[in-house]
């Protein structure tokens, strides 16, 4: 009977251990659990205003060119154009600029003239995608992409080969895209002889071939027709 009684007590007492050790341990994973959840939360948040604070950076960055003079802007993109393409833009003052879907300048009523300062086109829409590399100084600005929409080409005979002289030009740092645009060919008495329905046309330099590109998608007496016109290394063009 005592050995039962001493039996009993000390499983007892060895229940209680269990239990108070269980209790013990419950609450040290309980408190491990609330630390383990408040370092994340913290990380979490410490997450977020990187990310908030990296994206208010960026647009402040994107944004910077609003502030630069106009025409300070025009003459740059100007001479870029000059140099890169030996074309001769003319600007007018309606100029905007977008952060979406890509930076840009956006202008309105552009002119195109020839050497002798004639006009040779009148450009309704005219956009200017820039590289996003340093926009801390207008002078750092870089063209990416040029593209004409709504475009009165007059081509003149000692103009007529305009577009096929452009592929002698640099178009590795930056592609021309023409659209829904027209080509008038007249003779020396103003006459138009006939009309070239751009739909589009795109200069671009392929890295493989190393070679300059021209591909035309356009109209000519209501009949589509498609070409694809390259130089080689020696500036020879080919069409096919």
């Known amino acids: 009977m005592n050995k039962h009684s001493f039996l009993s007590k000390f499983l007892k007492k060895l229940s209680l251990l269990i239990d108070s050790l269980n209790f013990k341990n419950s609450k040290k994973f309980n408190f491990n659990q609330k630390k383990i959840f408040k370092l994340q939360s913290i990380s979490a948040k410490r997450v977020l205003v990187t990310l908030f604070m990296l994206l208010i950076l960026s647009f402040s960055y994107l944004s910077i060119p609003i502030l630069y003079n106009k025409s300070q802007?025009?003459?740059?993109?100007k001479n870029q154009l000059?140099?890169?393409?030996?074309?001769?833009?003319?600007?007018?003052?309606?100029?905007?600029?977008?952060?979406?879907?890509?930076?840009?300048?956006?202008?309105?009523?552009?002119?195109?003239?020839?050497?002798?300062?004639?006009?040779?086109?009148?450009?309704?829409?005219?956009?200017?995608?820039?590289?996003?590399?340093?926009?801390?100084s207008p002078k750092n600005l870089e063209i990416k992409e040029v593209f004409l929409a709504n475009a009165k080409f007059d081509i003149y005979q000692k103009d007529n080969s305009f577009f096929f002289d452009l592929l002698d030009n640099d178009f590795s740092k930056s592609e021309i895209k023409i659209v829904d645009s027209s080509i008038f060919f007249k003779n020396d008495e103003d006459e138009v002889l006939f009309i070239n329905r751009i739909k589009q046309m795109e200069y671009f330099y392929d890295i493989k071939k190393s070679q300059n590109i021209l591909n035309i998608k356009n109209e000519i007496f209501n009949i589509p027709y498609s070409l694809n016109v390259y130089n080689n290394k020696d500036k020879k063009k080919n069409i096919y």
């Not at 802007?73 to 993109?77: A, D, R, S, V």
């Not at 009523?109 to 590399?133: G, P, S, T, Y």
């Open 73 to 77: 802007i025009q003459n740059e993109i």
């Open 82 to 136: 000059l140099k890169r393409y030996d074309v001769n833009f003319i600007f007018s003052t309606d100029m905007k600029y977008n952060l979406f879907p890509w930076p840009n300048f956006k202008f309105e009523n552009i002119k195109i003239v020839n050497d002798e300062n004639i006009k040779i086109a009148d450009i309704k829409n005219f956009k200017i995608n820039l590289r996003m590399l340093n926009f801390f």
